[in-house]
Structures are given as structure tokens and as C-alpha cells.
């Protein structure tokens, strides 16, 4: 498609389709003309959740998007979460020991990555480690629904309005962005929205990169060094994103790479194949753990870059050596992969592995 038919109409989904990554950059850069206000962004997410995304900063254009997000961009800076590492690998130590008591055959991504990303946010919003169950379990398939989270959440919010502390969620109800205070509504939207965009999209990352280094046999390399691993990760990112198309609606008629798109109509930006793009990349189809530069667009780009891309790459620093240093001999226990294949979301839902400890 990029090569023959780079902006093309979907009839069956009634969508434009993007494919070429300076096409892709136009429309994620370009917030004017291409809009996020329309109920979607990671809308594919929310789709197959639990969870609303209405009213949250992902689908709002300026004014409303700076004022949603310039309430928490700051504790989201790399220097801001760093303090959290130890706290992370305590957590993927923690996982691992559960997961290694009952055996060494088991499924990296349902029993081992599964609960970690949720936990990180419960650590972040300052949740206590054994209340996180909620947050966990609203994910896709999960077993909590968002009105157990949305109680669960008020509750939390009434105890830091009354006791406040040193985390995100004190942070956002102080808030006043416009002069006046955050709604219990925009708290909670934000809270799902983290959890939302956080949880699977993580899972898939943990998940793809022990898919990738150990089918490229990179284990003992990363571990030893002679591998880079955050020039790796970034690899697994370009390589296996874990989201495949970002949305966006046409404020205008608007010229695509010679097509004419008309307003109001939806557009699919294809993150993965701009991604795979040979304009920019060079033997794209190969993954290369020590590809420099890698300017894969895989958190986004313009204003609505993924506002938790430092938090994403943390985790997979952390929570990765804490498992290469505890395992060895990694093996794929089936040569069959079960995809995620949903409108945006795509990874590997399962990953079963045996390992030597
Ligand atoms: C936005 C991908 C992890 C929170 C985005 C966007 C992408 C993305 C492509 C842009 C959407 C758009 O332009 O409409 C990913 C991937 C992740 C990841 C691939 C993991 C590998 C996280 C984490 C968090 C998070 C861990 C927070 C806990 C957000 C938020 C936005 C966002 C709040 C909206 C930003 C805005 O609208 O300004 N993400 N994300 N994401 N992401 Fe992530």
C-alpha cells in the first residue's frame, strides 16, 4: 500500500488510510487540520474496553488539550520518573519470584507482564500495592469493570483530598489549569485514560520485546553489554509497535500526497508501516537492535505524543534486566504466535516460554 496506493479510501471502514511516514507525520503534526476531536486517538483501545475516553485529553484539540495535559506534563518528564525505578524492579522482582514458584514453563505475557503496567500506574498514582487489583483487572479481558474502577477511584480521590501526599493524583486534584479545580469527572478520565493508554500498550511492548530478543538470540548480549539496551527497545518499538494506527478527522478538505480528503471524514494514520517506511529507514524489514537513529513514530508525534513514552521506556529498562539476570536459556515453547489484531492495538497476546533459573 505504501509503495502503490499510499492514501486510500476504506469502504468497509469508512476510513482514509495513510501509509507513507511523511504523510503519516503531516497528519499527527498538523492538529489544525487534522482533528482529534472525535470521540477516537487510541480510540480502538477503548473500544474493546471497559473503559470511556470521552473527555480526555486524547481527543481534544487546543485550547482544552494544553490546559488537560499542562496539568500533569511535568511529573511525566524522564527526570521526574526516574525516581521510580527501584519501585519498578522491586515490582518485576516480585512478579517474577510469583510467577517462578509455580514453575518454569509459563506464558511471558498473560502471568508475567500482565499485571505490571497496571501496577506502575497504581505506584505512580500512589495507589497502595495490595488495593491494585482494580486497576489491574480493568484492562481488556480483564476481569473489573469501570464501574468498579469508577468507585474505586472516587474513594482514592476523597482520601487524598482529605490527606494529600506527594503523588500524581494530590497533584491533579489540586489542579486549577483554568482558576478553577479539576472535576471529579476530569480526575477519573484522567486516572482511566493512564490506565487505558498504559496498560495494554506496555503489556505489548515487555511482551514483543522478549519475543524479538530471543528470536534474534540477543539475551546474553543485551546482558553483557555489547548490546545497547535502550537502542535495542527502540528497535522493538519501530520493529513490533504496539500500536498500529493513530485517528484523526479531516477539520477541512485537505490534500494528502496528491488526494484530496474531504472534511469530516476519519483518517488512519499508519504508525507501523510509516515506521517500515524505505524512505526513511534503511532495510527497514530487518531488525537491527543497533539501528541509530531510529525516528520511529511509535509514541506519536505534534502535541498528543504519548504523554507516557518516558514511563513506557522505564519500564522496559527496568523490569527486562530484572528478568534476563534471574533466567536463562529462553525458549519459545511454540512456534505459533496468537496476534492481537484490533483496529489499533497489535502484539502478541500470548508469549509461552520455558526458561532454566
Ligand atoms: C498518547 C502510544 C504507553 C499515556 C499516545 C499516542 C500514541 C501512544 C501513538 C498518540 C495518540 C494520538 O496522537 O492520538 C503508546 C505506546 C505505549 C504507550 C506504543 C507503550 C509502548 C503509555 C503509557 C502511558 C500513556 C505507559 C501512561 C501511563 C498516554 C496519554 C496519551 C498518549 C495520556 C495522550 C497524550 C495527548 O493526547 O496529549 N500513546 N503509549 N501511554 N499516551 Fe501512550
Known sequence: MRETNPVRYDETRGCWDVFQYDDVQTVLTDFETFSSEFGSGLGGVSR?????????????????????????????????????????????????????????????AAEFAAPIPASVIGEILGVPRDKREVLIGVRPGGEHTQEE??????????????????????????????????????????????????????????????WMFTKHDLIADIQAGVIDLDTAI???????????????????????????????????????????????FDDPETFDPERSPNPHMTFGRGIHVCLGAPLARLEARTVL?????????????????????????????????????
Open 321 to 357: 534486566p530484572v528478568f534476563f539476570d534471574r533466567v536463562s536459556d529462553v525458549s519459545f515453547a511454540t512456534d505459533e504466535r496468537d496476534p492481537i489484531v484490533g483496529p489499533t492495538l497489535y502484539g502478541l497476546q500470548t508469549l509461552p516460554i520455558s526458561v532454566q533459573t
Open 149 to 210: 474502577l469508577k468507585a474505586y477511584i472516587t474513594e482514592l480521590v476523597q482520601r487524598r483530598k482529605e490527606n494529600p501526599r506527594d503523588d500524581i493524583l494530590s497533584e491533579v486534584i489540586h489542579a486549577t489549569p483554568d482558576g478553577r479545580e479539576m472535576t471529579p469527572e476530569e480526575i477519573y478520565n484522567f486516572c482511566a485514560l493512564l490506565l487505558l493508554a498504559g496498560s495494554h500498550t506496555t503489556i505489548t511492548l515487555l511482551t514483543n520485546a522478549l
Open 48 to 108: 474493546d474496553s471497559a473503559v470511556d475516553l470521552t473527555d480526555t485529553m486524547i481527543k481534544r484539540d487546543p485550547p482544552e488539550h494544553e490546559r488537560l495535559r499542562g496539568v500533569v506534563d511535568e511529573y511525566f518528564q524522564p527526570g521526574n520518573l526516574r525516581t521510580f525505578s527501584d519501585d519498578f524492579e522491586e515490582l518485576a522482582r516480585d512478579q517474577l519470584d510469583t510467577v517462578l514458584a509455580a514453575g518454569t514453563e509459563f506464558d511471558f
Open 234 to 280: 527502540e528497535e522493538v518499538l519501530r520493529y513490533q509497535p504496539s500500536v498500529h494506527t493513530v485517528e484523526r478527522i479531516a477539520s477541512t478538505d485537505v490534500e494528502v500526497n496528491g488526494t484530496t480528503i474531504p472534511e469530516g471524514d476519519q483518517i488512519a494514520a499508519w504508525v507501523a508501516s510509516a515506521n517500515r517506511d524505505p524512505q526513511q
